[in-house]
């Protein structure tokens, strides 16, 4: 069982450069969220989506943006990467929220900004 | 705001010995904890849950315990195996809406052989 899928695990960007943090789950679940992960911090909550259609923003959601393609699918996106911005990305699934079911993380993307 | 937090940023126990790593939430509307463990290059992975109206809940060689007058939460794993060296995060749902979860810092535990 696959689980939930984040591509790439690496990336390597320059300030000011866009990109796409990929995230799937096989799991049927409804709600799917992504997080970020610094030393020294707990994981912090960037979006989530509740349901298909949905999106929602968490505790630090400035400067990224997701999109929920589809029931599987919840992308992230750094319109304009910053060095504050890396960081280790993990998404994580849940069958719904509210909800006092276990979130499913993926391995994570370790994403630098030069 | 509210937070999760540990006692204990470090743990070190001998391979065979019983762990125990605490937990302490200040929000006492939370209604279901997690404990994870993650491995160095892993995302976190799922150990055991519990909900609030429970005290204890058991699991294959853990056991969480939950205090609701103190606001306490502790994983116990019995006869600690090199392999459960890694780090633990415990995390709360605050409930409602949002239904998200809110999560410590982590605590490394370290098992030697």
């Known amino acids: 069982n696959a689980g939930v899928t984040q591509t790439p695990k690496f990336q390597v960007l320059k300030t000011g450069q866009s990109m796409t943090l990929q995230c799937a789950q096989d799991m049927n679940h409804n709600s799917m969220y992504w997080y970020r992960q610094d030393p020294g911090m707990g994981l912090r909550l960037i979006y989530y989506s509740a349901s298909e259609g949905t999106t929602d923003k968490g505790e630090v959601p400035n400067g990224y943006n997701v999109s929920r393609l589809n029931k599987r699918e919840f992308s992230l996106r750094l319109e304009s990467a910053a060095p504050s911005q890396t960081s280790v990305y993990f998404c994580?699934?849940?069958?719904?929220?509210?909800?006092?079911?276990?979130?499913?993380f993926g391995d994570g993307t370790r994403l630098s900004i030069l | 705001g509210e937070s999760v937090g540990l006692h204990l940023p470090t743990l070190s126990v001998q391979e065979g010995d019983n762990s125990i790593i605490n937990c302490a939430y200040s929000n006492s509307a939370s209604d279901y904890f997690i404990w994870y463990k993650q491995e160095s290059g892993k995302g976190p992975q799922f150990i055991i849950d519990?909900?609030?109206?429970?005290d204890k809940r058991q699991g294959q060689r853990v056991t969480v315990l939950l205090n609701k007058t103190v606001k306490h939460l502790s994983l116990q794993i019995a006869a600690t195996q090199p392999g459960d060296s890694a780090v633990y995060f415990c995390?709360?749902?605050?409930?409602?809406?949002?239904?998200?979860?809110?999560f410590g810092k982590g605590t490394k535990l370290s098992v030697k052989p």
């Open positions: 519990i909900r609030s109206n429970m």
């Open positions: 994580a699934s849940s069958l719904r929220v509210p909800s006092n079911q276990p979130q499913h």
């Open positions: 995390a709360e749902n605050l409930g409602g809406s949002q239904g998200n979860l809110i």
